[in-house]
């Protein structure tokens, strides 16, 4: 190994703080509070099953692409190219301009921005739309330069995000709430697969995907370009974010299951963290919530728009990165202002039809060396995930066949949410069968 491809210990705290950054977005700070709430004394079991899909299956999927060497569509491209295509395009759309990017201004004006306006002005238009033009100034700024995006997320936004986390959890453990209570609704006795499941509500999984292209490309830039050590930086990287994420997961989990006596049960995570901040901090609390969701969902604002411009830019070279930054910040802006509520119904139902599917091929990608990387294997695999991940979805946008949802209740955990995970399995082995035919 060429020793100027080894980064130094600060540069691997760098560059793992910069990609804790990009995935702590606002759904990550809402959903572990409601989660605890819900799950009460089985908070324990249900932050395992949400540290698997928050978590886990996020780190394994920046391995992946640091281990393909190049980016999502190379995976995915391993079905077939077209497929390849289409699919890497709708994945970087979704995170992207039609639903992460501006789901981050939104979710910070209702909660970092709202709460300080006047009654008055709380529910007009025009408040929202002079934010979201701030939030992506601000957002271009930082994306235009992704080259030192290490140096100004890792070293600025990160630590400010850090403090202000930490003084909320702080508190809660030295002086909680309250007792954690019964566990409440689904969450009484399938409390591990409901937040297996809420899990892909963080989008963490094929926002992995394509922020880890944005570390291979940080990575690069520190002089860091053969596998092996882009692989073990982006290991170590994947490390540091995974423990962060985990610590802040647990930390806000905590929160959400001390607070019933408190706050009550509340409709959802922000509700239950800007009650829980005034409780702990008083006005201040409400101020330190506030700067948590603002700087939380810009970083993760920056790091969308820079992963999906550089996509974009791959596929059409002819145009310049910065006209991308421009375009999706302003086309994010524009969106942003229908509202929270309705980004929401609809990302839902899209989230799960395509979060099977990106997490089928990612942990195909770690074992496809044993099938020859054959085509059949992973068509196979991913139609059994779609067939059920497709009905899932439409389930979601409340358009339900019964014949349909009668006969896939007939497979293991569909009930649980993660029935597409036997006809992956099954459509995979089916494919290493056909694929070990063809080579007798």
């Known amino acids: 190994m060429n020793h100027s491809q080894k980064l130094s ?92 990017i501006p789901r981050t201004a939104t979710v910070s004006y209702e909660i970092g921005i709202v709460p300080f306006l006047p009654e008055t002005l709380q529910n007009t238009g025009w408040t929202l739309g002079l934010f979201t033009i701030i939030f992506f100034v601000i957002t271009v700024l930082f994306a235009l330069n992704p080259t030192k995006l290490v140096d100004r997320v890792g070293k600025i936004l990160t630590p400010i995000l850090l403090v202000v986390i930490g003084l909320l959890a702080l508190k809660s453990f030295i002086t909680p709430m309250g007792s954690i209570g019964a566990p409440l609704g689904s969450y009484e ?86 009650l829980a901040s005034k409780i702990l901090y008083g006005q201040s609390g409400t101020m330190i919530l506030a700067l948590t969701i603002i700087f939380a969902c810009l970083t993760t604002s920056i790091g969308l728009v820079s992963a999906c411009s550089q996509y974009f830019k791959k596929l059409m070279p002819k145009m310049p990165y910065k006209i991308f930054v421009f375009a999706f910040s302003a086309f994010s802006a524009f969106v942003a202002n229908v509202g929270l509520t309705r980004l929401i119904e609809i990302s839902i139902p899209v989230l799960l039809i395509i979060y099977p599917l990106a997490i089928v091929l990612m942990l195909m990608s770690f074992i496809d060396h044993t099938f020859d990387r054959a085509p059949i294997v992973y068509s196979l695999a991913l139609i059994g995930t779609a067939i059920v991940s497709i009905f899932d979805g439409l389930k979601a946008a409340d358009i339900n066949i019964s014949a349909i949802d009668k006969l896939l209740s007939f497979l293991p955990l569909y009930a649980q949410g993660i029935g597409w995970l036997i006809p992956a399995i099954v459509g995979a082995v089916i494919g290493i069968f056909i694929h070990k035919l063809k080579k007798i």
């Open 189 to 274: 006795n399938g409390a591990f697969f409901e937040s297996f499941v809420q899990g892909y509500l963080t989008m963490d999984v094929i926002a992995a995907l394509a922020f880890g292209i944005v570390v291979i490309n940080a990575l690069h830039n520190e002089g860091v370009r053969d596998s092996k050590p882009l692989v073990k930086a982006t290991v170590i990287a994947g490390i540091i974010a995974a423990a962060a994420l985990s610590l802040v997961y647990i930390s806000l989990g905590y929160i959400g299951a001390t607070s019933m006596e408190a706050v009550g049960v509340q409709e959802n995570g922000g509700a239950i963290l800007a």
């Open 9 to 100: 210990i600060k540069k691997n705290i760098t560059v793992g703080l910069m990609l804790f950054a990009l995935f702590l977005g606002a759904g990550n700070i809402i959903f572990p509070p409601e989660l605890g709430q819900m799950a009460g004394e089985k908070i324990v079991i249900s932050m395992i099953g949400f540290l698997i899909t928050g978590v886990g299956l996020p780190l394994l999927a920046v391995i992946a692409i640091a281990k393909s060497g190049s980016d999502f569509e190379l995976i995915a491209s391993r079905v077939h190219p077209l497929f390849g295509a289409i699919f890497t395009m709708i994945v970087y759309l979704s995170i992207g301009p039609f639903f992460g």
